[in-house]
């Protein structure tokens, strides 16, 4: 059986331990390799060495730390292929989406190339009598990403590329469910030019994540996974001390007016909800149509594009979607949409019970789709995170507003509309943090910022995009004067003011 350990100091590091956890190909539902899980003494073997490769970072030139994320952008793009496959082997997640998956990631690489731009202060001349004032962004030392299952490039590479180019080390403690493709890129990055110590990766539990939070050198902690631990995370972190960002779960709206184009809204709900079998923190998992005409219409439409959508293994060119990750989250989501036929719900489209032949032990789910779903329900207050979507129906826009922003989570949503001054009042007042018009999954560029509001978002700064930088960075605020010759300044007992 392949065993997967961790990698420190620029190459594996096994601590012999019995304390492993399986990794599954959820295409087949058989284990295919065993992932050690650290404890804190793995995780002090890989901050010593963090600390001692860190400081030589940090004096690096910011433009020759560009060029190292220079050349890891091409070593991504030339593995592709083969990172993609190991994706989905551990995922499930179809081949071209595993793509879509690392050149989400790539492009943030691509962001941290500026980093030499992005590291630049400011400067005030003569902000008194021959006083200048300028600040400096300097990193802050030995930082940790812990992230989840559903994107294993994406989001290591969210947090990673920015941290490492402002010249910090870091720890990264990915999903012990698809570990390989955070260990590859790591490995590429050693290829690229990282020195030894720089970017480490340690797997496990929550023994490690306790371990990450109660570590004195580190000095910052970025989570991406569900609310409840990241709101474990936050607390316990901020309480030792740490810079601290989590990212939560959602459940996320497509709302539907009148006047939509019905065709290309109802194609981009249907890839929204059901791609990557609904494992996306920015699924639309509930469409909110507005008023009875268009949720009937749209209903009928969703019907028949979800009989022609076809479910298969990870590997397979035409499949839609892949299966779910695991035998416990399967289990979840048919309790769910169990739960929504109790509540009242109506199902009509039932996606349990599903067999792919020859994979018969795999983790699929068809489609399901939900109707007549009420605030209420605990199926829709809750995040399923699976192929389940769900139809909360509205008779006007207020009321379609109101769901979104009276929901406990505010990752995402979207509005889908011809009317511009209706698109732009339900942006500027809806309690999400971002927002997509005609847009389906509005995951902001690489060079904005990704964070969502309420249970979605714990923490000031979001990831990517100058948060990244700042999150990353601290900032130092220098006043100076030089000797010009003039007279002695008197000693003053007062606050010295530029007046
Ligand atoms: P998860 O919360 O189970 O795991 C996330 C990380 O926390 C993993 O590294 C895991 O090992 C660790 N962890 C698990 N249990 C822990 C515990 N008890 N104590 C400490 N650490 C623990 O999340 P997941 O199932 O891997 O990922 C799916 C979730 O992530 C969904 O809720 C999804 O919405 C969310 N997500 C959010 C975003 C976002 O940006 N808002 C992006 C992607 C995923």
């Not at 590479?157 to 570990?179: H, Q, T, V, Y």
């Not at 290829?191 to 050198?217: F, S, W, Y």
């Not at 076809?310 to 035998?327: E, M």
Request: negative net charge; contains cysteine; glycine residues 10%.
């Amino acid at each position: 059986m392949r065993r997967i350990t961790h990698f420190i100091a620029g190459e594996a590091y096994s601590a012999n331990t019995s304390r492993t956890s399986d990794v599954f190909d959820p295409s087949t539902g058989q284990v295919q390799a065993q992932v050690e899980l650290a404890d804190a003494a793995v995780l002090s073997q890989a901050v010593q060495n963090a600390v001692a490769a860190q400081r030589s970072w940090a004096a690096m030139n910011p433009q020759r730390r560009a060029r190292v994320m220079f050349r890891f952008k091409e070593l991504i793009e030339s593995n592709m292929d083969e990172l993609a496959h190991l994706l989905s082997s551990e995922h499930g997640k179809v081949i071209a989406d595993s793509k879509g998956d690392i050149q989400r990631g790539l492009e943030v690489v691509e962001f941290a190339c500026g980093i030499p731009h992005l590291l630049k202060g400011e400067y005030t001349e003569g902000a008194g009598p021959g006083i200048d004032v300028y600040s400096t962004r300097q990193p802050l030392g030995v930082v940790a990403g812990i992230t989840p299952f559903n994107f294993p490039a994406m989001i290591p590479l969210w947090m990673a590329a920015p941290a490492i180019a402002c010249g910090n080390a870091f720890i990264l403690k990915p999903s012990e469910r698809d570990p390989s493709v955070p260990m590859r890129l790591a490995e590429l990055a050693m290829e690229a030019g990282l020195p030894e110590g720089i970017l480490n990766v340690v797997h496990g539990d929550k023994e490690i994540v306790d371990a990450i939070l109660d570590h004195p050198d580190i000095k910052a902690v970025s989570f991406v996974g569900s609310s409840d631990i990241a709101n474990y995370v936050y607390g316990r972190g901020a309480q030792n001390g740490k810079r601290v960002q989590c990212m939560g779960g959602a459940k996320n709206h497509g709302i539907i007016l009148p006047d939509a184009d019905l065709d290309q809204a109802v194609a981009d709900i249907i890839g929204a909800a059901y791609g990557s079998a609904g494992e996306r923190c920015m699924a639309l998992p509930v469409v909110t149509p507005v008023g009875d005409a268009v949720a009937e219409e749209l209903r009928k439409r969703l019907v028949k594009e979800i009989a022609s959508l076809r479910v298969g293994i990870a590997t397979d060119p035409d499949a839609h979607y892949g299966p779910v990750v695991g035998a416990a989250h399967k289990a979840r989501i048919e309790n769910y949409i169990q739960m929504a036929a109790d509540e009242g719900a109506e199902i009509v489209v039932d996606g349990r019970g599903f067999s792919l032949q020859g994979y018969e032990d795999g983790y699929f789910l068809a489609p399901t789709l939900i109707d007549h779903v009420k605030p209420d329900m605990k199926s829709y207050q809750d995040e399923i995170f699976g192929p389940v979507l769900q139809i909360l129906r509205a008779q006007t826009l207020e009321e379609a507003l109101s769901y979104p922003t009276r929901h406990q989570y505010g990752n995402g949503v979207a509005i889908f509309t011809r009317n511009g001054d209706a698109a732009r009042q339900f942006a500027s007042q809806v309690e999400v943090g971002m927002v997509g018009i005609n847009v389906p999954i509005p995951v902001p560029v690489a060079y904005h910022s990704f964070g969502g509001w309420k249970r979605s978002g714990f923490g000031d700064l979001d990831q990517y995009g100058m948060d990244g930088v700042r999150f990353y960075t601290r900032t130092k605020k220098i006043t100076q004067r030089w000797p010009s010759g003039g007279a002695v300044i008197d000693q003053s007992f007062v606050i010295p003011t530029m007046a």
